[in-house]
């Protein structure tokens, strides 16, 4: 089946470490996306990719950093910078052309210990 | 379990009986309008969508109105069923643009056997 996945389903960050949040999709989809989820908030836009090799920030872009080397995969990396990274983490995709409705993976939380 | 979806307002509708959400959206240029559906634990599910040029849009089970007059999008289940549960929440989307991707923080509803 054609889906999104992302891995790990749980993380746990040490102080100072760097972790990467993996995201593959094999919907042939261009654009592929980041969104962090908060309780009680909606979600929030980390970085966006609609090509590969290209790749834009989001509204909350500080202490993360993205790569989109191939069209099906686009990690994302929690930087030591990213001082409240404990949060539910998104990974989306959808067509470039006109309004499409994403897709999304099944999150991967990530918590601080 | 997941922490996603604390302090949402929540709608409790008897098993078998018509459920409205209700979301009122912000952007006055927004031309396109998404409903997702989020279980605990699970990535959002898109459940129907609706452009500006139209005010209503059915489904299986499920019905969209669009007034944009007032900005205000409400998702209509029928028969509501156990499997319903969830956390729902709009997008609206403005310019087909990535960037301009606005979520409603959701309602959570709750089946009563």
């Known amino acids: 089946d054609g889906g999104i996945t992302q891995s790990p389903k749980y993380l746990f960050r040490k102080e100072g470490q760097n972790v990467t949040l993996s995201c593959e999709q094999n919907l042939n989809h261009d654009a592929m996306y980041w969104y962090r989820q908060d309780p009680g908030q909606g979600l929030r836009l980390i970085y966006y990719?609609?090509?590969?090799?290209?790749?834009q920030k989001g509204d909350i872009a500080e202490g993360y950093s993205v790569s989109r080397e191939k069209k099906e995969s686009f990690p994302l990396t929690v930087t030591s910078a990213q001082k409240n990274p404990t949060a539910f983490y998104l990974c989306?995709?959808?067509?470039?052309?006109?309004?499409?409705?994403?897709?999304f993976g099944d999150g991967t939380r990530l918590s601080i210990l | 379990g997941e922490s996603v979806g604390l302090h949402l307002p929540t709608l409790s509708v008897q098993e078998g009986d018509n459920s409205i959400i209700n979301c009122a959206y912000s952007?006055?240029?927004?031309?396109?309008f998404i409903w997702y559906k989020q279980e605990s634990g699970k990535g959002p599910q898109f459940i129907i969508d609706i452009r500006s040029n139209m005010d209503k849009r059915q489904g299986q089970r499920v019905t969209v109105l669009l007034n944009k007059t007032v900005k205000h999008l409400s998702l209509q289940i029928a028969a509501t069923q156990p499997g319903d549960s969830a956390v729902y929440f709009c997008?609206?989307?403005?310019?087909?643009?990535?960037?301009?991707?606005?979520f409603g923080s959701g309602t959570r509803l709750s089946i009563r056997p």
């Open positions: 989306a995709s959808n067509g470039r052309r006109g309004n499409q409705p994403q897709h």
């Open positions: 990719s609609q090509i590969v090799n290209d790749f």
């Open positions: 997008a609206e989307n403005a310019e087909s643009s990535a960037s301009k991707i606005i």
């Open positions: 952007n006055s240029a927004s031309d396109y």
